[in-house]
């Protein structure tokens, strides 16, 4: 357990430790107008389960691409990067999120022998979330970066698929509240009983050291593995059940969350 901590600290609290550099928290609330869907790594495309907000690499992920279009591709490189793959990422889901399945046409493109395109149709499972409330993304980076991230927390229009649309509310200088925001299951006190809270994979930056071609590997550049997978524990309780469809309530984490 001591070990696996040593290995998320540096991703999950960013370099808070680092001396002469003054760190901000931002709090950007994003509001979801439809249904979404932020898929559990490692569930089946044909039949994927989702949790009630995207996790943290989905945030990396997401700022690093709508700062490509925003400043361009050299400037994320070279300034944007380092600032996130370090920050310190959390999430507050919304107040209440429910999760049912549908069904929906799924679509696949293929070659035949003779190299001509097709597509293939077929019916594919998967679970949709509605939220009522917003969520809420914590970043905590370097203090003078604070004017180039909010434009870009700003600017998100959807998180995961282009088809989970969300608009920001706003963004301010507020810190997370211990206890409201996902949290690695490794950084709970073990000892401490737990309500049956949400609980799924989700991926993360294996390092805050990772560099440009780790994350979009160049022509010839070796693929190298980005993300590790790490079980959350979301802020998150079932209030109803009714067969596949569940109703989540956010209720606080018990005292000692890191």
Known sequence: MMQRRRQIAPVQQGQADEQQVSRVWLAADYHFPSTYSCRIPMSSMNSASVMPAPGPATVRLALLRTG???????????????????????????????????????YKWSEDRQKRETIQESIIVREMAHARGPMTVFLQVPQESEQMMRPLLRAIGYWGQSSSLASCLGVTNTPPVP?????PLALLDGTLPLRPFFTCLVTEFRSDQLEWDDIVPGDGTPRTQALRLDVYIWPMIMDYRHGTDKLLVRAPLLEGVQ
């Open 179 to 183: 206890g409201e925001c996902a949290t």
């Open 68 to 106: 490509i279009e925003l400043f361009g591709r050299d400037r994320v490189r070279d300034e944007l990067l380092p600032i996130l793959r370090s920050a310190g990422v959390r999430i507050r889901p919304p107040e209440r999120v429910t999760i049912s399945q549908q069904r929906i046409r799924g």
